[in-house]
C-alpha cells in the first residue's frame, strides 16, 4: 500500500521544468581594453547599471551625447570629429589663434547638444559602476580624455553609436546610502560615509549649466594618497590646459567612476567601495573649487 501511494504520489509530481537562465535585461557592460569601446548596439530603456571595465592603461570615462534627431554616425564623424581633431593639434602646436580658427568649423547643430549622464572619470585597472535612466532614442557615448601627445580618445576611435529601444528595463530606481546634489549655485552637497564599506551613492543635479571648458558640471570620485596637492588634480580636471585631462592621470590620484553631465532634474547613482584614506568628489571643469565642485572626505581605519 505505501510502496503503491508513493508511485502514485511520484507520478503524479510534473517533471521539474527545465530552468531558464533568464539574465535580467539591465546589465550594460562595457570595457575598455585599449582606445574603443566594447559594448552592446541596443539597450532597454529605463534604469540600467553600466559596468565598465578599464582594461587599458589609459583613464576614460563615458559620456552620452544626445544630438538632435538628425544627427547620424555620419555627421558625427564627418562634420563634428575633424574640427575637434584638428583644433587640439593646433593647440599642442601652439598655434591657438589656428586652433581657434578649426573650433569654429564645429557645426552650428553641435550647440543643442545635451547629456543625459555617463560613466565618471575612471582609472587604469579599475571597474566603474553608474546606474542611470535612457529615454527611449539614438545616442553616441565618447571619452575625450587626451593621449599624451594632447589628441582626443574621441578621435582615435573611442565612441560608439548606442541604440536606446522601447523595451522597457526590468530594474527599479535603485535606493541610496548617500545623498549627494550638484548645481551651478552651491557645488557638491550632501553627507558622505566616513567608514569602510561598499556603498550607492546618488547625484541629483539641480541644475546644469556650460562652463568655460564648454562642458557642464558632473561628479567624479578620486582617492588622494598622502604628499599630493590639490592644486594639481583640480588644474587636470580643465581639458583647455596642455596638462589637463591628458594621460596619465598626476600620480597620488586614482580616480573610482562617478556620475557624468546630465540636466537639470535628472538623477543618477553610482557604487563605490571605500577604504581607509582621502577622498574627493570633483568636476570636469577649470578651478572645481572656486565653486565648491571640489569636496574632500575621509574614510577612518
Ligand atoms: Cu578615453
Known amino acids: 500500500m505505501l ?5 502514485t504520489e511520484k507520478k503524479e509530481i510534473p517533471a521539474e521544468p527545465e530552468k531558464e537562465v533568464v539574465k535580467n535585461n539591465y546589465e550594460v557592460d562595457i570595457t575598455t581594453e585599449n582606445m574603443e569601446f566594447f559594448a552592446p548596439d541596443t539597450i532597454p530603456s529605463g534604469w540600467t547599471t553600466w559596468t565598465y571595465h578599464n582594461k587599458s592603461t589609459q583613464p576614460h570615462f563615458i ?24 583644433g587640439i593639434s593646433k593647440m599642442y602646436e601652439g598655434k591657438n589663434e589656428e586652433a581657434f580658427a578649426a573650433f ?5 547643430w553641435y550647440a543643442s547638444t545635451t547629456w ?3 560613466v565618471g ?17 539614438f545616442y553616441i557615448f ?3 580624455v587626451k593621449m599624451s601627445n594632447g589628441m582626443f580618445h574621441t578621435n582615435m576611435g573611442m565612441y560608439k553609436a548606442l541604440i536606446v529601444s522601447e523595451e522597457k528595463s526590468t530594474l527599479s530606481e535603485p535606493t541610496a546610502d ?17 567608514k569602510p564599506g561598499t556603498y550607492v551613492l546618488s547625484v541629483s543635479y539641480i541644475d546644469q549649466k556650460k562652463y568655460d571648458n564648454f562642458q557642464g558640471h558632473d561628479v567624479n570620485l578620486v582617492k588622494i594618497a598622502e604628499d599630493t596637492e590639490l592644486a594639481v588634480l583640480e588644474n587636470w580636471m580643465n581639458w583647455l590646459n596642455l596638462d589637463g585631462l591628458i594621460d596619465p592621470v598626476p600620480e597620488g590620484f586614482t580616480f573610482l567612476g562617478g556620475v557624468n553631465d546630465m540636466p537639470a532634474g535628472h538623477k543618477g547613482y553610482f557604487k563605490v567601495t571605500l577604504d581607509p584614506g582621502k577622498y574627493a568628489l570633483i568636476s570636469e571643469v577649470p578651478k572645481p573649487s572656486e565653486m565648491n565642485l571640489l569636496k574632500t572626505f575621509e574614510i577612518s581605519e
Open 3 to 7: 510502496t503503491h501511494s508513493c508511485k
Open 63 to 86: 559620456l552620452i551625447d544626445d544630438y538632435i534627431d538628425t544627427i547620424t554616425m555620419k555627421e558625427f564623424k564627418e562634420q563634428l570629429l575633424p574640427p575637434f581633431g584638428e
Open 104 to 108: 569654429d568649423k564645429i557645426p552650428e
Open 116 to 118: 543625459p549622464g555617463g
Open 121 to 137: 572619470l575612471i582609472s587604469p585597472g579599475k571597474t566603474a559602476v553608474t546606474t542611470l535612466f535612457l529615454d527611449p532614442g
Open 142 to 144: 565618447e571619452c575625450y
Open 178 to 194: 548617500y545623498e549627494i546634489s550638484i548645481s551651478s549655485e552651491a557645488g557638491i552637497t550632501g553627507t558622505l560615509p566616513d
